[in-house]
């Protein structure tokens, strides 16, 4: 059983940075792994996710040049660095794992879908002032 437990949410300014953290206990070294986040009235929508080595990144959008996702297996944690906020990035941050690539082509395709994730945290709360 895998369980994740993100941390390092709070109150910043327009233009702050963040770095949020997901604790994974269990062997997620292998899983796919990934950000969600979702702001009052709006659905759930898809950050960030990473590979199991790192090597393969894939970003949304609205956040590519801004946030960087990252892991550490050796501390079952992953990571996502937030520079240049906005009010608009203002949501609960989950973070999320799933099994593991079958293609690398597979991760790009489905590693923005929240179906392909089996594990979720509790969320973080990230609060952008203006």
């Known amino acids: 059983q895998v369980q994740l437990v993100e941390s390092g949410g709070g109150l910043v300014q327009v233009g702050d940075s963040l770095r949020l953290s997901c604790a994974a206990s269990?062997?997620?070294?292998?899983?796919?792994m990934g950000w969600f986040r979702q702001a009052p009235g709006k659905e759930r929508e898809f950050v960030a996710a990473?590979?199991?080595?790192?090597?393969?990144?894939n970003y949304a959008d609205s956040v590519k040049g801004r946030f960087t996702i990252s892991r550490d297996n050796t501390k079952n944690t992953m990571y996502l660095q937030m520079s240049s906020l906005t009010p608009e990035d203002t949501a609960v941050y989950y973070c999320?794992?799933?099994?593991?690539?079958?293609?690398?082509?597979?991760?790009?395709?489905?590693?923005?879908?929240?179906?392909?994730?089996?594990?979720w945290g509790q969320g973080t709360q990230v609060t952008v002032s203006s």
């Open positions: 269990g062997r997620t070294f292998t899983y796919v």
């Open positions: 990473i590979n199991w080595s790192g090597a393969n990144t």
């Open positions: 999320a794992a799933g099994s593991p690539q079958s293609t690398i082509s597979n991760f790009y395709r489905n590693s923005g879908s929240s179906r392909r994730y089996n594990y």
